[in-house]
């Protein structure tokens, strides 16, 4: 049983992926009853689903999907119109193949109790049920001649087989054919050619081991070549032993591998066969499935071979050769570098598919109509970045809809479209991903937010006073803060505003928020392409070597003292028009500063970050270089440090830290 | 104990019957010993990248086989009076709890001894100038007080950082 594992791997990743077509489907034909092709992709991923779950043998799961397939041929055939109460019906079912796969990730078994439901289909399904289905007659059409037509086989196979044939092997087509009324087609196939593989070498089959796990399957009829020493009536009585195996052909075929006319022509046949069948089902993609771990893994080792090539470039050995050899390895680097993280990146879609449903069903509980737009789901991020984001973003849309839109009264009382507008958008900006959520509700209430902020003495009166609108409103992000007084059960689960902003630094990026009260909130979310390797600039501060990221900054200075101005005590800059605040990084960081203070220094070195939303300019001892860094986690030990957000390996093998800008204003 | 090379420490044949193998190193001029499977290695001081805004006990980072890993002034966090400024025997013992790796900052490493469990005396006679919880026992070796010091309960106690190491 140790290919279990891999099977239930893959399994749970494909399942999750038919839940998503099926949720999908699922309300575009809320929209649009009468979509034919969208009820045929349904029922599609239900069929596909049904034959995962029996092939590994997940009997309430199969039921469930069998019978969900079941309701979806009805309304394929006309049977049952779709109604606001099928819609419901369906979608309770995804819920429930959601749960048991849940369980099964959990406990490996999928005992469910789904009787109600089940029941509720069935009923369903019998109002509209007048007529026996016949659909299994479409399938079997023909099916006399292709249950003793034998497998064909190319030149090169039947090389094959001379090679693998010992010498008193037998080269035999069998023809298993099962049951038709079978419930379990995959399961069934499994076990013959389990069988078949005890017998002897099961050289080729229709379908073949993988068309079967994945339900490619639609005949029932199991072909195969068998390389085997047993005699034919043995292997008629294993076959036939198999539950569900109603006959089983077996023909010698080594005569004819010598004279292969024949089946040249048969070939033909077959390929149009399965032609027809692959492409009304599925598109076959080269691709391959490879865990996000076996990633991280190559990542991990590339940030390595970086950090190596870095120290070896600070050898700075004079030669020839080296010098040489030094641009390639760069070039190889990058180029790897680049790729891999190609290779990590996934189109943002596949998280936000999980939020129109969301949105819906939030709408629904609470009475509010809601035009929900999502924009920019094939832009791509990092697949970990992904994985991080669903909950952040969650919250946010749980946010708009729950506070932020009104209801429909509400709003026409307001002046506003009855039906309210939630967008959800991902685009790129140079080396950031741009995620925005915007609504056209309420707003956020600033003077009620400051006031709890100053009732929860998170801000001083005197803070408050100082504070612009803009700061005011980033006052949400606090832990403890929210502005509805009464907490309800959609989005009141514990999570606040805070934990998303937590997560979203945790990622590297950032969050700020826009509010105009009576016409929307806008949320912007940055986040940088990829985690683990980013451009740096390398700067001194005080003794110590410190990285900037460079997407955090927007341009470097060199002042002279006299060029700084005073605004409320504070040091500043005038930058074309614009005042930017000066702040020293000794200060952010905690180093003494003593009387050694920067004003007295002729000339200083200014690094212009975008700090909360804003501009400001830091102060450093010297700008040193750029340079690809590879991104540390600082150490479980010390946890997070202020205003550092990790540390990277320089040439020399020492420590620099990457200094945390976000917040240093 | 070799001057100039970096010790990886074997632990093929520790903890024999009621023997522990402890490694002994020195603050000031007082023995200490700490559970020998604990420790990965010692290494020589590099140089220690300092980290701000972190408690005075923490020096910095320095970088183990691409792992960054903080180096803490034992004596520091022990709450000992540092006198000796001699940094030629300084060394680092890199120890591994839990998987998280820190590097103790000490005076000089000693020997490894084993030690019969009923060596060891929990009793300490208010003689030290440690905590009650930072120690295990203390063993004598040579006329020498060895303390045994319970590693996690330094690191990990309430005024170190134990609660955002928790949280991850």
Known sequence: ?665 | MPENNDIYLDKKEKNIGNLNQYLTFKLEEEYYGLQLEKAKEIIKPPKITNVPNTPKHVMGVINIRGKVTPVIDLKEKLGLVKKNKNKDNKKIIIINIDGIMVGLYIDDVREVLSINTDQIEKSTDGNQSLEEEYIKGVFTSNDNLVVIINIEEILFDNNSLSEEVKDT
Request: glycine share 4%; no cysteine; net charge negative.
């Open chain 1, 1 to 665: 049983m140790s290919d279990n594992n891999e099977y239930l791997e893959m399994f749970f990743a494909e399942s999750e992926e038919y839940i998503m077509v099926l949720n999908d489907a699922i309300l575009k034909l809320e929209n649009n009853p009468e979509d034919k092709e969208v009820v045929a992709s349904l029922f599609r991923a239900a069929h596909s689903l049904k034959g995962m779950s029996a092939t590994m043998r997940f009997d309430v799961l199969t039921e469930l999907t069998h019978k969900i397939e079941n309701l979806m041929d009805q309304v394929r055939n006309n049977k049952i119109d779709v109604t606001t109460e099928i819609i419901d019906l369906l979608f309770e079912g995804i819920d429930y193949i959601e749960e048991i796969v849940k369980q099964i990730k959990t406990d490996g078994t999928d005992n469910f109790n789904l009787e109600e439901y089940l029941n509720k289909l069935e009923n369903k399904m019998k109002q509209g049920k007048e007529q026996k289905v016949i659909s299994n007659e479409e399938i079997n059409y023909d099916l006399d001649e292709f249950e003793s037509e034998i497998i064909s086989l190319n030149e090169e196979e039947k090389n094959n087989i001379a090679e693998n044939k010992k010498e008193l092997d037998t080269v035999y087509a069998v023809n298993a054919v099962l049951y038709n009324g079978t419930e379990f087609k995959q399961v069934r196939a499994s076990m013959v050619f389990k069988e078949a593989k005890e017998i002897g070498y099961l050289f080729k089959s229709v379908p073949d081991i993988r068309e079967i796990e994945e339900a490619k399957f639609e005949n029932n009829v199991v072909k195969m070549i068998l390389i085997s020493n047993e005699p034919k009536e043995n292997i008629i009585n294993s076959l036939g032993n198999i539950t569900d195996v109603v006959e089983v052909n077996i023909t010698d075929i080594e005569i004819e591998l010598n004279k292969n006319k024949k089946t040249d022509e048969n070939k033909e046949k077959n390929k149009k066969n399965n032609i027809n069948k692959s492409t009304s089902k599925f598109e076959v993609s080269s691709t391959v499935r490879v865990g996000i771990k076996k990633l991280d893994k190559l990542m991990n080792m590339i940030g390595e071979l970086l950090i190596n090539k870095t120290r070896l470039e600070a050898l700075n050995i004079d030669s020839e050769g080296f010098k040489d050899i030094l641009p390639q390895l760069d070039r190889v680097t990058m180029e790897l570098h680049h790729t891999v993280m190609q290779i990590r990146m996934e189109p943002i879609g596949v998280m936000f598919n999980r939020f129109p449903r969301m949105v819906r069903d939030l709408s629904k509980e609470s009475q509010k109509e809601i035009d929900f737009i999502i924009k920019g789901k094939d832009t791509e991020l990092d697949r970990s970045i992904i994985d991080e984001l669903g909950d952040p973003l969650t919250h946010l849309l749980r946010n708009a809809v729950d506070h932020g839109i009104e209801k429909p009264k509400v709003r026409a009382k307001k002046g506003k479209d009855k039906t309210g507008r939630v967008e959800l958008m991902a685009y790129q900006k140079g080396s950031e991903i741009i995620i925005e959520v915007e609504d056209d509700g309420a707003g956020i209430n600033i003077e009620k937010l400051t006031a709890k902020a100053l009732d929860k003495e998170l801000i001083t009166q005197k803070e408050l006073e100082e504070m612009d609108r803009e700061k005011k409103l980033q006052l949400i992000f606090e832990p403890g803060l929210s502005t509805t007084d009464e907490v309800s059960n959609v989005s009141g689960r514990g999570v606040g505003m805070d934990v998303v902003k937590r997560t979203i630094k945790s990622l590297d990026g950032d969050i700020y928020i826009n509010s105009e009260k009576e016409e929307g909130t806008n949320i912007i979310i940055s986040l940088p392409l990829t985690l683990a390797i980013q451009d740096a600039l390398m700067v001194k501060i005080d003794q110590e070597v410190f990285a900037i990221p460079l997407n955090a900054i927007s341009e470097t200075l060199k002042i002279k003292s006299k060029e700084i101005k005073q605004v409320k005590g504070n040091d500043v800059i005038v930058l074309r028009d614009e005042t930017i605040p000066l702040i020293d990084s000794r200060k952010s960081l905690n180093i003494e500063v003593g009387d050694n203070n920067y004003i007295e220094r002729e000339e200083m070195s200014v690094v212009i970050v975008k700090s909360s939303g804003k501009e400001v300019g830091l102060i450093v001892n010297q700008l040193l270089y750029q340079q690809e860094i590879v991104i540390k986690s600082l150490s479980d030990y010390l946890g997070n440090v202020k205003n550092i957000s990790g540390a990277t390996i320089i040439g020399d093998g020492e420590v620099a830290l990457i200094l945390d800008v976000r917040d240093i204003a």
